[in-house]
């Protein structure tokens, strides 16, 4: 298996030997329908709230591991709370990425009620939390009362994408254009960025050793793997974690060239292949952009979120691509070292660095898989 290269086996694709076999084309380019229908549901629904809350799962969130679960059951109210079977151990050991994907679902709902006249107020971790860990108290109470005036922010929320594609290098982002993406941060986050091309080279570096040290760490990488949702089939069965449902994957997988167990011998294309594109990516970055807040606390965190997601939204309208890169603000022991060289670099005295993305641009990407809303009610 490891003595077909990448490019014998997309020849093979590509050449039709595969694609040739009656009723295999149509299955290959297939897309995960089911997973994808939330996308067209929302704001389809009659209570207010289920209306906002159907656009807040289209969030984005670490790994797409949608952590968010929510009780209905007093009128007038959403109470949010974290599924703790959707954490990230290993590289996300105290969750902290983990809430700052439950203040983009806050962010959202609150400027999807507005649009819809709805006002919302938010009472964040009304029965406390613990910074090391999350449980199963509240992360927040959402009340609903009458009186939105609107959210300019909410026509980008069907069209924000997180880009994972390699990114335009004959195209740079203009000063302008960066300057009203960092400008979107409203709830406390400082946020900063750069398009300058003298500081982005070091910074290409310092992306491409984290994700080395991520992809190379046996844990960390494994904890990746196991959320790999590989074909149609897949996806649409478990519409959450890492998305390989292309043509491309679908063939693969079809070979017996690309599954999880192949996927974590260091020595296979697959795990070759998907190492050199994570690597490409990193170095088409044509600019940056991060936040930072001067505490760490869970509150800290969600309102992270908050301000990532009209970041992100500002970048939607603003038609540049955005990938997060997680990787080097991760809290593990391999990963120290980074950890230090991103504060050093993006972050004042006291400061936590909390979202660090690439920014560019690149072609259209699809919708990402999500649970169906009625999937993230509580019902006792």
């Keep these: ?57 289209l969030a984005p969130n670490p790994h797409n591991r949608q952590p968010w679960l929510v009780d209905l059951r007093e009128a007038d109210r959403v109470t949010l709370y974290v599924d703790t079977d959707r954490l990230l151990p290993h590289t996300d050991p105290f969750s902290r990425q983990i809430v700052i994907g439950l203040g983009c679902f806050l962010e959202t709902l609150q400027i999807a009620a507005a649009a819809d006249g ?29 009186g939105g005036k609107g959210d300019a922010d909410f026509a980008m929320i069907p069209h924000r994408r997180t880009q994972k594609e390699p990114y335009d290098l004959t195209r740079e982002v203009p000063v302008a254009e960066l300057a009203g993406v960092v400008g979107a941060a409203r709830h406390g986050s400082r946020a900063d960025g750069t398009v300058a091309a003298a500081e982005l080279p070091a910074l290409r570096r310092l992306s491409e050793e984290a994700l080395r040290i991520e ?5 960390t990488y494994r904890e990746s793997v196991d959320l790999f949702r590989i074909g149609r089939k897949e996806v649409n069965a478990n519409p959450d974690g890492i998305d390989f449902s292309g043509p491309m994957f679908q063939a693969l997988a079809r070979l017996g060239l690309f599954s999880r167990e192949v996927a974590l011998e260091g020595d296979s294309m697959a795990f ?11 170095r088409t970055a044509m600019g940056y952009v991060w936040l930072c807040t001067q505490g760490n606390g869970r509150v800290d965190q969600i309102a992270a979120g908050r301000d990532w997601m009209r970041v992100h939204l500002a970048a939607t309208r603003a038609g540049v691509a955005l990938q997060p890169l997680s990787q080097a603000l991760q809290e593990y022991p391999e990963m120290a070292g980074l950890y230090g ?17 690439r920014l560019g641009y690149s072609p259209k990407v699809p919708q990402s898989p999500r649970w169906p809303l009625e999937a993230k009610i509580m019902h006792g």
């Design 272 to 282: 070759q292949a998907g190492y050199d594109a994570v690597m490409e990516n990193a």
């Design 1 to 57: 298996m490891a003595e077909l290269t990448r490019r014998k086996t997309l020849a093979l694709i590509g050449g039709g030997t595969l694609l040739a076999a009656g009723g295999v084309a149509a299955d290959l380019v297939t897309p995960p329908t089911q997973a994808l229908k939330p996308w067209a549901q929302a704001g389809r629904y009659a209570d207010p709230r289920m209306r906002a809350l159907s656009w807040a799962i």
């Design 118 to 146: 709805w006002r919302t107020e938010l009472d964040v971790f009304p029965r406390g939390a613990d910074d090391a860990a999350l449980d199963r108290r509240p992360v927040a109470v959402i009340t609903f009362e009458e």
């Design 215 to 219: 992809l190379e760490t046996p844990r």
């Design 341 to 357: 060289a991103a504060h050093e670099r993006l972050a004042k005295p006291g400061e936590t660095v909390q979202m660090w993305a």
